[in-house]
């Protein structure tokens, strides 16, 4: 720590902007200040007292290229809602699987719910778009509710994993470029079985000595 040296004025500074933005974030509720416009305000803080110049901010062309990814892929996601895509695809999936038990049809829909993560840019967007859908679907072919719960909520995160783009801080990773996209999908998908294994074993089975279904 010695080598480190004292804290510094501008480190102080810092600090004191992220505090801030905690307090704001944390508050959302209370304060009514949206979580982006909080972001923002903390970049113009950090200009105004000198710890970011404009040119650090106008040079990081990797935040900016997540930034309009994520943004695209985003709006595309809340299209798909908008149009009536993912209520068509749970209706299509209670259809497909009316003739199977309501264990089957649980397994099946979280594993559809699962790969779906695919056509989504984050997790957020996938559960507002998915997961009503197909908790409709899995309450009409009477999949045990705890089950399906739990499946879903599983995951909702885990499929973070499949992506370079899924979620803000997996997305300023990839930007890094240490690991190509094509290796990213492939240690993902390797990851996602081995994930997939262990939840379709191990958490059955606990979950069947808790009785949640």
């Known amino acids: 720590y010695s080598a480190l040296g ?3 004025m501008d480190e102080m500074k810092l600090c004191a902007t992220l505090l801030g933005c905690l307090v704001l974030w944390i508050g959302t509720p209370y ?3 949206d979580s982006a416009v909080v972001a923002y305000m903390a970049i113009i803080v950090l200009v ?3 710890i970011l110049t404009w040119d650090d901010i106008v040079k990081n062309h990797k935040a900016w290229d997540t930034f309009f990814w ?3 892929f985003i709006v595309l996601a809340e299209q798909l809602t908008a149009l009536g895509v993912t209520e068509y695809i749970g209706n299509s999936l209670s259809r497909s699987l009316q003739h ?3 264990m089957t049809s649980a397994i099946a829909l979280s594993l559809v719910y699962f790969l779906s993560m695919y056509l989504f840019s984050s997790i957020s967007s996938h559960v507002v778009a998915f997961a009503g859908p197909f908790f409709a679907a899995g309450h009409v072919l009477g999949c045990p509710p705890r089950l399906l719960t739990i499946l879903i909520a599983l995951f909702s995160s885990m499929s973070g994993i499949l992506t370079p ?3 803000g801080s997996v997305a300023i990773y990839a930007a890094q470029g240490y690991v190509s996209q094509p290796r990213w999908f492939m ?3 390797a990851m996602s079985a081995m994930m997939l294994c262990t939840t379709f074993s191990v958490g059955l089975a606990w979950w069947k000595i808790l009785g949640w279904y």
């Open 70 to 72: 994520l943004a695209s």
């Open 187 to 189: 240690y993902g998908l």
């Open 31 to 33: 304060f009514g200040v």
């Open 165 to 167: 783009f899924s979620t």
């Open 48 to 50: 105004l007292i000198n």
């Open 6 to 8: 004292p804290v510094s």
């Open 100 to 102: 199977a038990s309501p």
